[in-house]
């Protein structure tokens, strides 16, 4: 099976953070990045400034908003993005751990809890929307005892690949006992003979379905039951005051998995490009039905997915098309995040994918090649944008990925590679800064290092934070709530601007 590493003799560059001009409050003023833009036909966004998803592992384990949940998105909100999306959250009623949930009504006040936070914090200025999201089932690496004794099945296959190997045909009607304990005792080189590809990653990685394994009665369904999951999600975010839904067809998903070209579902949803968008398109027009054609409808999807066989921007500028065409309100671009290339996980933990040569390119660090991290996906919303646009359609685009300054976001609007500018990691680090740059103090803007020390967190399912939070702070301090470890601050530090004398929010 291949994975694909990154590649340590080209990713050996340390690159500086790129140097910052921050403007002046008039020139700020006159800025496209601090202009409006309208997202679907009733909504305007304040500024062209954007918060993407980033899950905090803050929700309860029954995926329900905490107070920790409120604090992360009212920080983000005091620094008034235009934008800001709610993390990715579940569409089903079903156990995901600490990942925030909307697959059932009961979800509802504690979402609708997060909006009227959000409304206040801002003043009002800044639109919300929820990324909603679909997954299947990733297991952790287990231990081989548990692989050999439980977990694998024995079939026919493993027996009669146990009697070619060991040259012995009584293998083909052993006890199943018998044939666990011989595998657990064989050596490499036996185990690669004997197991499939699939048996083998799922002892070296965790067990990890696929949503072309058209023997899984649940996978063969997925296209039935995931236009009513979403639509019923939509539905929910807008009834608990949301502004828009984001349907996340990126990272190592479920529907970024239809849409990839890997996909060799035999049953219409695989294999031509017009198959593999059939499901996000369906799922698409679910969400629309239900939520009506005034509700802004967003979709993050991958402008490449960097992994061998997969979809490249070829097939991302060709379904950012039709995605236009069928009435999406705006397109964030992302790229890589897959779960192919992914690191091999330490025994009882899970495959995360961002960690191979995809998942570099989803979140790129300064440890980099020569092209280096910032601003590296831009070329991809720009190439969808300029399709999109030859198509003689105006669906707003967003992009991400390594920005960092003013004049960087500036400089994408400028050339009209995107509409919107969106900063994850930097806005983590200084959830200020939009308002700072805005107000004219871009001095005092906290600038990520983009070392991902945070990722390290989301990684481990930890309570995410920022390491340049906790440069100086008195933990005894009752003002500043501590991460369930006791170390960390769980917000940045607070700032208080001068009197703004700016208008709030435009009206819809
Ligand atoms: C802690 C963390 C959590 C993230 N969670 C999500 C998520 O829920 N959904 C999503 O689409 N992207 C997620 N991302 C990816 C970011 O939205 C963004 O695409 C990526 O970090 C690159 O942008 P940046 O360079 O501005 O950080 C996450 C990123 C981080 C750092
Ligand atoms: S932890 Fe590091 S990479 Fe993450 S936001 Fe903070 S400075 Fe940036």
Request: hydrophobic share 40%.
């Amino acid at each position: 099976m291949r994975r694909n590493k990154l590649d340590p003799a080209t990713h050996r560059v340390r690159h500086p953070l790129p140097p910052a001009r921050w403007p002046t409050r008039e020139e700020a003023a006159r800025a496209r990045w601090f202009s409006p833009i309208r997202i679907g036909p009733r909504l305007t966004a304040a500024e062209r400034t954007w918060v993407p998803a980033m899950v905090p592992w803050r929700a309860t384990d029954d995926g329900f908003v905490t107070p920790e949940v409120l604090e992360w998105y009212a920080r983000f909100a005091e620094g008034q993005p235009g934008v800001l999306v709610v993390e990715a959250t579940g569409i089903r009623d079903i156990a995901s751990g600490p990942l925030l949930r909307i697959g059932d009504d009961r979800f509802i006040p504690g979402l609708r809890t997060l909006v009227e936070t959000v409304r206040e914090r801002s003043g009002g200025r800044t639109r919300l929307f929820i990324q909603v999201l679909d997954f299947v089932t990733v297991r952790r690496r287990p231990e081989p005892e548990q692989f050999f004794g439980r977990y694998l099945e024995i079939t026919d296959s493993v027996r009669g690949q146990l009697a070619l190997w060991l040259d012995d045909p009584r293998w083909r009607e052993a006890a199943e006992g018998e044939v666990r304990e011989c595998l657990l005792a064989a050596d490499r080189v036996a185990l690669e003979t004997v197991l499939t590809d699939r048996e083998l990653e799922a002892l070296d990685y965790g067990y990890r379905e696929r949503i072309w394994d058209m023997h899984l009665p649940h996978i063969r369904e997925l296209p039935r039951v995931l236009p009513g999951f979403f639509a019923e999600a939509a539905r929910r975010g807008r009834e608990a005051g949301f502004d828009g839904v984001e349907l996340h067809y990126a990272h190592a998903y479920t529907m970024a998995s239809f849409l990839s070209r890997l996909n060799s579902r035999p049953d219409g949803y695989g294999g031509s490009r017009e198959n593999r968008i059939r499901l996000p398109l369906e799922v698409l027009a679910a969400v629309r039905a239900r939520v009506g054609s005034e509700y802004v409808v967003g979709i993050r999807y991958l402008g490449d997915e960097v992994v061998e066989g997969g979809s490249d921007v070829d097939d991302a500028i060709w379904y950012g098309v039709r995605f236009a065409e069928a009435g999406v309100d705006y397109l964030s671009v992302s790229k890589g995040g897959r779960f192919e290339d992914a690191r091999q996980p330490k025994v009882g933990e899970a495959v995360y994918p961002y960690t191979g040569a995809s998942g570099y390119e989803c979140m790129p660090t300064v440890l980099s090649d020569a092209r280096g991290p910032f601003g590296r996906n831009v070329p991809l919303a720009a190439a969808i944008r300029r399709a999109i646009r030859d198509a003689g359609l105006p669906t707003p685009l967003v992009t991400s990925g390594g920005i960092t300054t003013f004049d960087q976001a500036e400089g994408i609007l400028e050339r009209g590679e995107a509409d919107c500018v969106a900063a994850a990691r930097q806005t983590l680090a200084d959830p200020d800064w939009f308002r700072k740059i805005r107000l004219g103090q871009g001095e005092l803007v906290r600038r990520c290092e983009f070392t991902n020390y945070c990722e390290g967190l989301d990684q481990r399912h930890k309570q995410v934070t920022c390491k340049l939070w906790d440069r100086k702070f008195d933990p005894a301090d009752p003002a500043v709530r501590l991460a369930t470890d006791g170390r960390r601050r769980l917000s940045a530090p607070s700032w208080s601007p001068p009197d703004e004398g700016v208008a709030d929010a435009p009206a819809d």
